[in-house]
């Protein structure tokens, strides 16, 4: 499975930025993409995931920290996941990385440790 980023970028205080996450080698039907993003210094952190089986979104999870600023979608049709992040903060400024596996990889805590495959990650700078 490979996974390529996009949409990473500065944006000011208040602003919005829309990632992508474009999956390819799926070898099956039921799988999840994670978001997550780490600060120098920082430990990496769960953002939100969504869980897909034959073609239907069957969960969503968000942390805390972006519930409400950012909504994870997917076009299923090709295997894309976006994160639509809104009202973006200075504490928002990370490098931004998606990661894909099997389904139950989507859990709830947003840990990532079930995940197989991750992308090669993509910066977001929000600035004042």
């Known amino acids: 499975v490979q996974l390529v980023e996009s949409g990473g970028g500065s944006v000011q205080t208040g602003g919005s930025l829309r990632l992508s996450c474009a999956a390819s080698?799926?070898?099956?039907?039921?799988?999840?993409i994670g978001w997550f993003r780490q600060a120098p210094g920082k430990e990496r952190e769960g953002l939100s995931c969504?869980?897909?089986?034959?073609?239907?979104?069957?969960?969503?999870y968000y942390a805390d920290s972006v519930r409400g600023r950012f909504t994870i979608s997917s076009d299923v049709a090709k295997t894309t996941v976006f994160l639509q992040m809104d009202n973006l903060q200075f504490e928002d400024t990370a490098t931004y990385y998606c990661?894909?596996?099997?389904?139950?990889?989507?859990?709830?805590?947003?840990?990532?440790?079930?995940?197989?495959?991750w992308g090669q990650g993509t910066q977001v700078t929000v600035f004042s």
């Open positions: 969504v869980h897909v089986n034959d073609g239907t979104t069957r969960s969503t």
């Open positions: 990661a894909g596996g099997w389904g139950y990889a989507c859990y709830p805590s947003l840990e990532g440790n079930e995940y197989t495959s």
């Open positions: 080698g799926f070898p099956f039907a039921d799988w999840g």
